[in-house]
């Protein structure tokens, strides 16, 4: 799905990004149909496949221009993965989704940066400030 083959660390997040997003593709990451869901989980993963795809594939192409390192944009779908994680336990009550499951064995979030590198890396992952949202409050860094 994102393209070639990456170093070990970084490989093994995007695969774990790809197995997810599969599972939102094909409607496979819950048993329920999801019209049966609550409105929170159904809005939780409305667009959610095409996110990841847009994500895995922008961190890639920062990957390949050099604006971050191996490691670097491993952290960085890393923590992205954990959001989702954290979001999938809280609206879906999945506290191991099948996504987390590969080659029969459970994948490994790195956990070598902390909580506040990984913040430090994502919030530096847009090349420009996000333009100001509703009330005139900035998304990102001025």
């Known amino acids: 799905m994102f393209g070639p083959f990456y170093p070990a660390p970084l ?73 989702l994680h954290r979001g999938m336990a809280r609206r879906l009550r999945l506290v191991r989704p099948p996504c987390c499951m590969g080659a029969g064995e459970a994948t490994a979030i790195p ?9 430090e890396l994502l919030a530096n992952l847009v090349d420009t400030p996000a333009e100001p949202g509703p009330g005139g409050r900035g998304r990102g860094k001025p």
């Not at 496979?28 to 795809?53: F, H, K, Q, T």
């Not at 390949?64 to 491993?74: L, P, Q, R, Y």
């Not at 956990?111 to 913040?119: H, I, P």
């Open 11 to 83: 490989q093994e997040v995007v695969n774990h990004a790809e197995r997810l997003a599969e599972l939102l593709r094909t409607g496979r990451l819950v048993s329920a149909p999801l019209d049966r869901l609550d409105e929170w989980a159904a809005a939780w993963m409305s667009g959610r496949e095409g996110e990841i795809r847009r994500f895995v594939e922008h961190t890639l192409a920062r990957r390949a221009s050099g604006k971050v390192d191996d490691a670097a944009a491993a952290t960085i779908l890393a923590g992205y993965l954990a959001s």
């Open 111 to 119: 956990t070598s940066r902390t909580a506040s590198s990984v913040e």
